[in-house]
């Protein structure tokens, strides 16, 4: 039964913040690497982070490399992405993903139902 429930978004200005959080349960949450994964209106599916398991290494999509930051806190089970410097581009439906092991960066086997983050003046 796993279960990925992201919370935190909602409207933001321009060059502001938001925090998001996901909420992992029904699995091994260590054992997993992660991703946070987007879908603007009108386009497909945007992979911009991922973080793994023990270390916690991350990296970043281009386009929003040095603004945003994933972490996690595994006693939590709790998947987090802290946004910064906000842009209407990054206008999207956000949706933490589970990584398949064993594959590249972006391919995922779970998905949250999302959470929307609409950056506007």
């Known amino acids: 039964q796993v279960q990925l429930v992201e919370s935190g978004g909602g409207l933001v200005q321009p060059g502001g913040s938001r925090r998001l959080s996901c909420a992992a349960s029904g699995f091994t949450f260590s054992n997993y690497a992660m991703s946070w994964v987007r879908q603007a209106p009108g386009k497909g599916p945007e992979w911009v982070s991922g973080?793994?398991?023990?270390?916690?290494?991350?990296r970043y999509a281009d386009s929003v490399k040095g603004r945003f930051t994933a972490s996690r806190d595994n006693a939590k089970n709790t998947l987090y992405l802290s946004m910064n410097s906000l842009k209407p581009g990054d206008t999207a439906l956000y949706y933490c993903?589970?990584?398949?092991?064993?594959?590249?960066?972006?391919?995922?086997?779970?998905w949250g139902q999302g959470t929307q983050v609409t950056v506007s003046s």
């Open positions: 973080i793994s398991t023990g270390s916690g290494a991350t």
């Open positions: 993903a589970r990584e398949v092991s064993g594959t590249s960066w972006g391919t995922n086997d779970y």
